[in-house]
């Protein structure tokens, strides 16, 4: 542990303090505790979503799976980028139009059923653990890292931490921490990628010829296979990753902190490009650090690889951009956590309990205690689960979370704007069946099970044998919303008429 490291952390946990000094005294509301009151602009909204996005797991994981796998971990790159037209051209507006705090309300708005709606929210919070695991797994091994403290004790410092800026700051302190650290997180990135250039003559031919030689894969490095050896599980991977974000709860909600859908789009438009610049880059990040920091110091200091990046800031430009890459690593994953938890405890706070068991009469107040308290569960539980995960890679775990969000949310989402005779029992079925297909699929996985002693969670022989299991559970989840939509005789065609409208035009929305 240096000065300089202490300092620039100092620097960055302040700011955010500050910033959510500012934000509580503007969130006097349960829709500015939960969406900012709707009042962030195109840019502002694009510039946050992409701080949601880019997290540890882009930023740590990424890097470690490139350094490690070369084209199999930039396989995360090309998915998650594409995601994002799936989220512009089929889920922005219409969710902007149909929605007010959650994805559970936009699928209300044709479904006025508790059930439906208890459904939504159980796979929201779902989705946000496993998200939320990956993210604290990052940050106990960064923590553990720079300031050489136990990996437990790292966990719960930063777990706290962040649960603290969300309790205080809402929605308006979340934006703003995902916007600065947007910026923060994209200085970094070029700066490293260009010390990469510059180490290979700014020629990327010269790059793409020394990693070959970099790696214990040779010219494998450069190719399909190293990590996964089965075609169909690199299928299934890519699946989660270009369908899940679409079915993301903390980025759903994040389309209801703008006025309108056309601002909706925009913020879809400005989110794209820094992400997809972003991801291009992650490549340079990757290989400097297979060159120059090498895989046998990447995996000693910690096996998933996720320390690459800050390895390869501290090879290129010693202690201080180190310091520099990791505060932003630290500011990457409090921003997305912040997000994380909000999400997960608005899907507890408006839709469990404040309208299925207050039946939509709760006061401000006790929805906002009830917010405030399930985001210290939501963090507790994921702390919880983070401690035992410490071995997995990041990337791996948000790859998870995608597909268990492409398996259980997608599916209803696309039914609920789309198909005319989708009706109650169909979502629900929908929903169930895509979140219990893709846990029990993960649970006797290779992810979980791996007859070498420590490799996974359980020692034994998988019984699944994909890593990911999208290519089952997602067509699983739509095959559940269609026998359930057949085997049931309700049918509302007035009320799918008046949900397209609005999923359309935004007209007779109600807030």
């Known amino acids: 542990m240096n000065a300089t ?3 620039i952390f100092l620097v960055i946990v302040a700011m955010t303090l500050v910033i959510t000094y500012f934000a509580a005294k503007r969130t006097n509301t349960t829709s500015d505790f939960y969406t900012a009151g709707g009042g962030l602009t195109g840019w502002q909204n694009g510039m946050a979503i992409a701080g949601d996005y880019l997290s540890a797991a882009s930023f ?38 149909l929605g007010k705090f959650t994805l559970a309300d936009m699928i209300n708005a044709r479904f006025n059923a508790k059930k439906v709606r208890g459904a939504a929210a159980l796979s929201s ?10 993210q604290l797994v990052g940050a106990g091994a960064l923590i553990q890292l720079l300031f050489g403290i136990d990996y437990l004790w790292a966990v719960l410092l930063v777990g706290i931490m962040m649960t603290i800026y969300v309790l205080f ?37 010269e790059m793409f010829a020394q990693v070959k030689t970099a790696t214990p894969h040779g010219e494998a490095f450069l190719n399909p296979g190293v990590k996964y050896k089965i075609p169909l599980d690199t299928i299934s991977l890519m699946l989660a990753l270009v369908l899940g974000t679409a079915g993301l709860p903390h980025i759903l909600m994040r389309f209801f902190t703008v006025r309108d859908a056309k601002t909706a789009r925009s913020s879809v438009m400005w989110a794209t490009w820094i992400v997809g610049i972003f991801y291009v880059m992650t490549i340079f990040l990757g290989f400097g650090a297979a060159a120059f920091v090498g895989s046998e110091t990447i995996i000693s200091t910690n096996p998933a690889g996720n320390m690459a990046a800050p390895l390869l800031a501290q090879a290129l430009g010693g202690d201080i951009l180190m310091s520099f890459i990791s505060a932003v690593a630290f500011a990457t994953i409090l921003a997305v956590v912040a997000g994380l938890v909000l999400s997960g405890a608005s899907a507890f706070a408006h839709d469990i309990y404040g309208q299925i068991i207050k039946k939509g009469k709760a006061t401000e107040r006790q929805q906002m205690l009830a917010a405030r308290y399930a985001s210290v569960g939501v963090a507790v539980l994921s702390i919880t689960l983070a401690i035992f995960a410490q071995s997995l890679n990041v990337a791996f775990l948000v790859s998870l979370a995608f597909c268990i969000a492409a398996s259980a949310n997608l599916p209803v989402i696309v039914y609920t704007i789309f198909w005319k005779k989708f009706n109650t029992t169909g979502a629900v079925s929908a929903i169930f069946t895509g979140l219990i297909s893709a846990l029990v699929l993960v649970s006797i996985s290779p992810s979980v099970m791996n007859p070498e002693a420590g490799a996974a969670i359980i020692t034994g022989n998988p019984i699944f044998p994909l890593t990911n299991p999208a290519i089952v559970s997602i067509p699983l989840g739509f095959i559940g919303g269609l026998i359930g939509t057949l085997l049931s005789k309700e049918s509302d065609a007035k009320k799918y008429a008046e949900v397209k409208v609005r999923a359309n035009t935004g007209g007779f929305r109600q807030l």
């Open 125 to 134: 919070i779902t989705i946000v653990i496993f998200y939320m695991i990956a």
């Open 60 to 97: 740590l994981g990424i890097a470690g799976s490139i350094a490690l796998f070369g084209f199999d971990g930039f396989l995360f790159s090309i998915g998650y980028l594409v995601a994002y037209l799936v989220v512009l051209f089929v889920v922005a507006e219409p969710l902007r139009n």
């Open 169 to 205: 700051g809402g929605m308006t302190a979340t934006s703003w921490v995902q916007i600065i650290k947007a910026v923060l997180l994209m200085v970094g990135t070029v700066i490293l990628s260009f010390l990469v250039l510059q180490r290979f003559d700014f020629s990327i031919l």
């Open 5 to 7: 490291v202490i300092i």
